[in-house]
């Protein structure tokens, strides 16, 4: 167990809706960051806050959002889904953003399913 | 931009043998991380191994070391006395003291571990 907790861990819904995935960062990890895996693909980085603000921005589509509340928890919202953005996402965090070791600890991951 | 290249899209090994996973990467960078993640059929992500590209020392975790060669872009996996356990998913993954620490992913190495 790495201490990152993920919400929920499957979801299913159509075209076109909205879903939000919350995720919670170990206790004292100030940053999080969203990864989006395909099927049998490697993660790809789609977007970091650290401490409530954004920090960086990977291959994230405008149609997803994030935010990090002052409790350190993550929301990630997607909006007008499509069939494609079926994945699996992951949430990791780290105790800092500065360049120093620094290990993520990845969440159990939410399963989405697009219909 | 940095990319991760992991060649071998599958490996086999015998229980107690030894296996070696190949990944390379491109970079301009002189000073980064470098890790190998786990990924069993429960899809958690679990770190196995990280790399400092300042040291010259290969890392070794129990029975999983580093072949760490900075100037050849390489760095190879070996799992020793592989147990059936150890049959997943393998990432290896960069990243960068800039763009705020996010990774890259290779697209993984699937190994399976035969009795």
């Known amino acids: 167990d790495s201490g990152v907790t993920q919400t929920p861990k499957h979801l299913i819904t159509a075209t076109g809706q909205r879903v939000t995935l919350r995720c919670s960062p170990r206790?004292?990890?100030?940053?999080v960051y969203w990864y989006q895996q395909s099927l049998d693909q490697g993660l790809q980085f789609l977007i970091q806050y650290y401490n409530g603000e954004e920090r960086a921005k990977g291959n994230i589509l405008e149609r997803f959002s994030a935010q990090q509340f002052p409790d350190l928890h993550s929301e990630l919202n997607l909006s007008s889904l499509e069939l494609g953005d079926s994945a699996l996402y992951f949430c990791a965090s780290s105790v800092s953003t500065s360049f120093s070791y620094n290990e993520q600890f990845f969440g159990p991951g939410t399963r989405l399913t697009v219909l | 931009a940095q990319t991760v290249t992991q060649s071998q899209p599958e490996m086999s090994v015998q229980e107690a043998e030894t296996v070696t996973l190949s990944c390379t990467y491109d970079?301009?960078?002189?000073?980064?991380?470098l890790f190998w993640y786990k990924q069993p059929p429960s899809r958690q992500m679990i770190l196995v191994i990280r790399?400092?590209?300042?040291?010259?020392q290969n890392a070794t975790e129990n029975r999983f070391s580093v072949n760490f060669q900075k100037a050849a872009k390489s760095f190879s996996l070996k799992i020793s006395d592989s147990q059936l356990g150890d049959a997943a998913m393998y990432f290896c993954a960069y990243r960068s003291p800039n763009n705020n620490n996010d990774m890259r992913f290779g697209a993984g190495t699937r190994l399976t571990v035969k009795p």
């Open positions: 970079t301009s960078e002189s000073d980064y991380y």
């Open positions: 790399q400092e590209a300042y040291k010259q």
């Open positions: 206790s004292g990890d100030l940053s």
